[in-house]
C-alpha cells in the first residue's frame, strides 16, 4: 500500500481521496478549504496544513484542482525539490497541456515522475470510483499509476505522451457541453409544446438522438432523481468549470487551426450564463437559461 498525498479535496477530489482510503492506501490529504477536509478525515484519511507537508514524504501526490494556474503555483521548483526522489505526481485536474507539459518536465528535472490524468465520469463516478481516467506520459509512469488509478476509477487509457490526456479530455469535454446544450434545446421544446420531460427523454434514449447527457445526466429537474438538476443543479460540474474547459478546447483550435464552430457557441453561451451569476451552478443548469430566453 502507498503513502498517497492527496490535494484538493472538493466536489472531485474528496470521493477519489476516499476511495483510496477504502482501498488500503494511507492518505494525508490537503485542501485550502477546511470544511472539504472533514469527510476525508470521518473516512479515516488524514489531513495536514500545508500542500508540502502532506507531500514530501508522499510515495504518490495527486492533485484535483481547478485550473492550470492552480496547478502550476502547486507545483513549483521549490515544491517539486521537497519531494522524495523518484515520487509520481498525477494530475488529475482538467488543465492545458502546455502546462501539464512544463510540470513534467520540472518533475523529471528534479528526479520525479509526473502524468497527467484527468478524469470524466462526473462527481457521481468520483463517489462510485467508476471514472475514467485519460493518461498522458511515458508508458512505464502510466503503469505504475495503473493500480492506483484503478482505486478510482473503471477504464484507464493511455491516450500518449505528456499532454496528450488533456487533449483529449478538452475533446471529450467539448463534446459535452454541445450535447448538454442540443438535450436541453430538445428538452425544453418538447416541453413548451406540452411534452412530459420524463417521457420525452424516455423516447429519446431509445432512439437517435441518445447520448450521456440523457442517459446519466437529465438536465430537466425531477426526470432523474439523483441528477444534479434534481438538487436545484448544486454539487456537481459547475458552469466556470465547463467554461474553462470550453475555453482550453478554443485555445487548442486556435493553435492548430482547427475550426469548432459549436465548441465556440457552447463557450459563449456558457460565458454569458456564467457572466449572469451561474458559475457555481452545475452545467446543466443551461437549460435554464434557454427558459428563461424565449
Ligand atoms: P471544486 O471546485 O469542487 O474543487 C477544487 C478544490 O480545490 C476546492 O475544494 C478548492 O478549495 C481546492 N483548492 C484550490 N486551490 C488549492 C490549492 N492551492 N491547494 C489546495 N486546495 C486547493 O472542483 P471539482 O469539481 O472537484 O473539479 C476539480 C477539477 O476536476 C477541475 O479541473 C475540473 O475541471 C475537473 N473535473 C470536474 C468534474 C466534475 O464533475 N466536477 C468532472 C471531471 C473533471
Redesign the pocket.
Known amino acids: 500500500m502507498s503513502n498517497i498525498a492527496f490535494?484538493?479535496?472538493?466536489?472531485?477530489?474528496?470521493p477519489m481521496a476516499i476511495n483510496l482510503v477504502k482501498k488500503g492506501h494511507h492518505v494525508i490529504g490537503?485542501?485550502?478549504?477546511h470544511s472539504?477536509s472533514e469527510a476525508l478525515i470521518a473516512a479515516g484519511g488524514q489531513t495536514s496544513d500545508s500542500?508540502i507537508t502532506a507531500a514530501k514524504d508522499a510515495d504518490v501526490v495527486i492533485?484535483?484542482?481547478?485550473?492550470g494556474k492552480?496547478v502550476a503555483?502547486?507545483y513549483s521548483e521549490e515544491f517539486i525539490s521537497q519531494l522524495k526522489p523518484d515520487t509520481l505526481i498525477i494530475d488529475?485536474?482538467?488543465?492545458d497541456a502546455v502546462t501539464a507539459r512544463s510540470v513534467a518536465q520540472m518533475a523529471a528535472s528534479k528526479g520525479c515522475k509526473m502524468i497527467d490524468a484527468?478524469?470524466?465520469?462526473?462527481?457521481a463516478?468520483?463517489q462510485a470510483g467508476t471514472?475514467t481516467f485519460i493518461v498522458g506520459g511515458p508508458t512505464k509512469d502510466y503503469e505504475k499509476a495503473r493500480p492506483i488509478l484503478k482505486c478510482m476509477g473503471q477504464n484507464i487509457f493511455h491516450a500518449g505522451d505528456s499532454g496528450a490526456g488533456q487533449v483529449a479530455?478538452i475533446c471529450n469535454?467539448m463534446l459535452l457541453a454541445i450535447h448538454m446544450i442540443g438535450t436541453s434545446e430538445a428538452i425544453n421544446l418538447g416541453v413548451r409544446h406540452g411534452l412530459e420531460p420524463k417521457i420525452l427523454s424516455e423516447i429519446m434514449q431509445k432512439s437517435s438522438g441518445r447520448n450521456w447527457s440523457l442517459e446519466v445526466y437529465n438536465p430537466y429537474p425531477g426526470v432523474m432523481e439523483n441528477a444534479p438538476s434534481s438538487r436545484a443543479y448544486s454539487g456537481?460540474?459547475?458552469v466556470d468549470?465547463?467554461t474553462?474547459?470550453l475555453g482550453l478546447a478554443a485555445e487548442a483550435g486556435l493553435e492548430t487551426r482547427t475550426s469548432t464552430p459549436l465548441g465556440n457557441a457552447a463557450l459563449n453561451l456558457y460565458r454569458i450564463w456564467s457572466e449572469a451569476g451561474n458559475g457555481t451552478s452545475?452545467?446543466s443548469s443551461i437549460i435554464q437559461f434557454l427558459n428563461k430566453h424565449q
Open positions: 490535494i484538493g479535496l472538493g466536489n472531485m477530489g474528496g490537503f485542501d485550502l478549504s472539504a500542500a492533485s484535483m484542482l481547478p485550473s492552480h503555483e502547486l488529475s485536474s482538467t488543465i484527468p478524469v470524466s465520469g462526473g462527481t463516478g468520483a471514472l479530455k469535454n456537481g460540474f459547475a468549470l465547463m474553462k474547459d452545475d452545467f
